[in-house]
């Protein structure tokens, strides 16, 4: 009998089939009919997810094979997709807030005309079908396809609004930077399946293709992996890209941290990790970035004034959590936290919408304040993602922070140290925001103040609901201290990924570790409280300016690469290819106008002229024959 999961290529097909729709019907779809194809196709797909997600719970795992991909040689690599506990998790993941977020924009977006309107949904479908081919893909190479399209949606998406200059700019160097991490992916697709003759995940982690692979191949390839995985997940060195995303609108922003672009370096890892478990020194590298990077981007937050931005790098740090987590072998951690920050993340990106909605498109925290007697829905639902971040007990990110933190604990006392006070930077810029934003006195202008209002239900219920996924979410994988079942998400993991190796800790000292955390935690919001309750802006000096200038790390890079680059290509354009290139072209150009012009001799007419070259065309063959060729 053929397994029933056959059918799960509809998943990707419904998103396809409304880009195709909305993209090409453009011209002639009304926005309301671009608005129910362009969210209805997303929530076909999450239907089908979360069927698939039942039967993947009730043990029915498959990899569907559909066609040979590319055949040549030996080398046969199938079109296929594996659907198990671990693309299952994710399916829902980018379906469901997906689709939230489709209905936020068929709201956030209205001011569009219709084609524009059109464009963006079409845009929106092909991101979430791009993505579900990337968690879907059954071997390296499919992932890839979907990789390459999820960086290609992001262009399209961030750049938009593609009259202003800037914002093109900002899709171009999202663009240029994730195709630096491709090629390390590319390259290590090709190192395996150089050595193993396969990319499917089933045959790669089979025990005859991991014997083929020797410790140095394994290190490498798996280094190559994580340079992928940096670019699209905005890792050290390759994380700028991810706040100067913000150029697009602001559910564009949600998709991309919440729900596809920066999750897919994570899932990543944790689909390749039998191979990462092997590599002892590729984790330490990956746990030591991902810490520097969570350090780094809290660090630049706490300074940031444009709201999003602060989301932005919020991102950026709880990405390297994540990392922290995979680097450690805690893989279902790592995917806990994915789920987690997929919810409350959408809904802060959201929130901001609806507040920089409210604010006739200011997105200034130190021109807002006062704003939660105004727009009370948006307040309290981003006051719940706030607390979700910031880990406050019982909400979401409470228990999967934790679950990272224990295992850090574990495994290395100095990162866990660190880690700790990632969490208390984090319980402090998010404060600082929430209060600047929501409270103290009005600081817009008159105009915005008049203006002020609640967004429309489009755009309030989902916040409402990604609001009550932020605080139940972290129910699904409790701590051990809440029993030895609690952890249902690591169970339900445990085909796909291995269970965290974690050294096991007593309950008591369990207890400690999260009062520990919660204390600090607590102390950093108190501190915020106290400092921006009452704000008046002042220009930043020192430190403080360093960190509003995000270390310059932006101006690093382009002291030491892109104006280097720059006039390297400056010099190609004006010196090699004006006097070299166009030199041997135009010669050549102009040898052959010569030669031409010579032969053209030849066809003069003169029957006298060809008789004569006829006679001296014998007596030259007669020479041959006779004197040379012998």
């Known amino acids: 009998m053929q397994n029933v999961l056959q059918i799960a290529w509809l998943i990707p097909f419904f998103p396809l089939l409304g880009f195709l729709i909305t993209g090409l019907g453009r011209n002639k779809l009304s926005k309301g009919m671009t608005g129910i194809i362009g969210s209805g196709v997303i929530f076909i797909s999450l239907l089908l997810s979360v069927w698939v ?23 046969n690599i199938p079109f296929e997709f594996r659907i198990d506990a671990l693309s299952s998790l994710f399916l829902l993941i980018i379906t469901g ?24 949904f079409s845009y929106l479908n092909l991101f979430v079908f791009s993505m579900l081919l990337l968690v879907m893909g059954g071997n390296y190479v499919v992932m890839f396809i979907g990789w390459e399209g999820v960086g290609l949606c992001s262009y ?22 994730n195709r630096i991490g491709d090629l390390g992916f590319l390259i290590a697709i090709f190192w395996l399946i150089s050595k193993t003759g396969t990319a499917s ?5 089979s025990a005859k293709s991991l014997e083929a692979l020797s410790q140095t191949d394994i290190t490498v390839i798996t280094l190559l992996l994580f340079v992928g995985a940096t670019g699209k997940s905005a890792q050290i060195p390759l994380y700028t890209w991810l706040p100067d995303a913000m150029a697009g609108p602001t559910p564009v922003s949600a998709l991309i941290h919440a729900a596809t672009m920066v999750t897919a370096g994570i899932y990543m890892i944790a689909r390749s990790n039998i191979l990462y478990s092997m590599a002892p020194v590729t984790q330490n590298v990956v746990a030591y970035i991902g810490l520097a990077t969570a350090l780094l981007a809290a660090t630049i937050a706490l300074k940031q004034n444009d709201i999003k931005k602060v989301l932005a790098y919020s991102t950026v740090s709880q990405l390297g959590y994540m990392f922290i987590a995979l680097g450690m072998g805690a893989y279902s951690a790592a995917v806990f936290h994915v789920m987690t920050h997929a919810f409350f993340k959408a809904l802060l990106f959201l929130g901001a919408g609806s507040v920089i909605h409210a604010m006739s498109g200011e997105q200034d925290i130190r021109n807002m304040g006062g704003l939660s007697k105004k727009i009370k829905t948006t307040y309290f639902t981003f006051l719940v993602g706030t607390l979700a971040i910031a880990g406050f007990p019982f909400f979401s990110g409470f228990f999967s922070k934790d679950a990272i933190l224990l295992a850090t604990y574990g495994h290395n006392k100095t990162i866990y140290a660190f880690a700790l ?11 600082r925001l929430l209060l600047l934003t929501f409270h103290g006195s009005f600081r817009g202008t008159e105009e915005q103040k008049h203006h002020l209002h609640e967004s429309p239900a489009a755009m309030t219920v989902p916040l409402i609901i990604l609001a009550i996924l932020s605080f139940a979410g972290g129910f699904i994988e409790l701590p051990a201290v809440f029993g030895e079942t609690a952890n249902r998400l690591t169970q339900f993991l445990f085909s796909a990924v291995p269970l965290n190796t974690v050294h096991h800790v007593s309950h008591s000292m369990e207890w400690a570790l999260m009062g520990l955390a919660t204390g600090l935690v607590l102390v950093a919001v108190l501190f915020a409280y106290f400092k921006y309750r009452k704000y008046s802006a002042t220009e930043e000096k020192g430190l403080g300016k360093v960190l509003e200038n995000k270390w310059y790390v932006d101006e690093l890079y382009d002291s030491i690469i892109v104006k280097p680059l720059n006039k390297l290509a400056d010099f190609f354009d004006k010196v090699f290819e004006s006097q070299v290139v166009d030199w041997i072209v135009n010669g050549a ?42």
């Open 156 to 177: 399209l998406l961030i750049g938009y609004w593609f009259k202003n200059i800037n914002y093109t700019a900002a899709a171009n160097k999202a663009f240029i930077m």
């Open 97 to 120: 807030v997906g689709f939230l977020i489709h209905v936020y924009s068929t709201a956030y977006m209205h001011e569009e005309n219709s084609s524009h309107y059109a464009r963006y």
């Open 589 to 630: 150009g102009k040898a052959v106008n010569y030669g031409s012009r010579q032969l053209r001799l030849l066809q003069s007419g003169h029957v006298g002229s060809y008789i004569l070259l006829m006679v001296i065309s014998m007596l030259l063959i007669f020479a041959w024959q006779f004197f040379i060729r012998k």
């Open 421 to 431: 006070l990632g969490a208390m930077l984090t319980g402090f810029y998010m404060f």
């Open 201 to 205: 995940f089933t045959e790669v982690f």
């Open 53 to 75: 997600f039942m039967q993947v719970k009730g043990g029915n795992a498959h990899d569907a094979y559909y066609f040979d991909f590319i055949k040549a040689g030996s080398i």
